[in-house]
Antibody, heavy 116, light 106 residues
């Protein structure tokens, strides 16, 4: 079955960077875009961007342009999301997710806490 | 940029019908999806292509579309349907989410 397994929780200081991984299994990694979505505590879902696992091409939400980088390693079916210049309002649960025509699959989420 | 607007909260009694609307210009051209999210869990898709239900989703969940609005209907809401519901669409390589509706069933 499709699984997206993310790396563990992180605590970072303001100004630092964080890199979250998302390992895919149960399907052909290069067949579907991989998206990143975040959810601040008590808030809604916010799309950050996506990566084409085949080409590595990315599309980022305007809000995160210049601060986010999405990459992948096809040899281990893993996608990465790196967010730099962390601020306290970047404290959130970060999800990777993928669409099919009839379904969505989500990772378990990675909590990133930004605190001095 | 695209926006999707949904009510922030609503409340129904068990057995009643809950209808949650989601409006946005993008919905005139693109399908809408609905997610259910319970506390501490990742979102789960319950409706795709405006009105299709993935396997395993109870029949009391249904979707409809008209113009720039999609509607999620929960017929005979159950206590376990208490959750946050998000509409979503995709346009111009972006995913767009509504702000979420907190449904209370009591």
């Amino acid at each position: 079955q499709v699984q997206l397994v993310q790396s563990g929780a992180e605590v970072k200081k303001p100004g630092a960077s964080v890199k979250v991984s998302c390992k895919a299994s149960g399907y052909t990694f290069t067949d579907y875009y991989l998206h990143w979505v975040r959810q601040a505590p008590g808030q809604g879902l916010e799309w950050m961007g996506r990566i084409n696992p085949t080409s590595g091409a990315t599309n980022y939400a305007q809000k995160f342009q210049g601060r986010v980088a999405m990459t992948r390693d096809t040899s281990i079916s893993t996608a990465y999301m790196e967010l730099s210049g962390l601020r306290s309002d970047d404290t959130a649960l970060y999800y990777c997710a993928k669409n099919t025509a009839t379904n969505n699959f989500w990772g378990q989420g990675t909590l990133v806490t930004v605190s001095s | 940029s695209y926006e999707l607007t949904q009510p922030s909260s609503m409340s129904v009694s068990p057995g009643q019908t809950a209808r949650i609307t989601c409006s946005g210009d993008v919905l005139a051209e693109r399908y809408g999806r609905w997610f259910q999210q319970k506390p501490g869990q990742a979102p789960v898709i319950i409706i795709y292509k405006d009105n299709e239900r993935p396997s395993g989703i109870p029949e009391r969940f249904s979707g409809s579309s008209s113009g720039t609005t999609v509607t999620l209907t929960i017929s005979g809401a159950q206590v376990e349907d208490e959750a946050d519901y998000y509409c979503y669409s995709a346009a111009d390589n972006n995913w767009v989410f509504g702000g979420g509706t907190k449904l209370t069933v009591l």
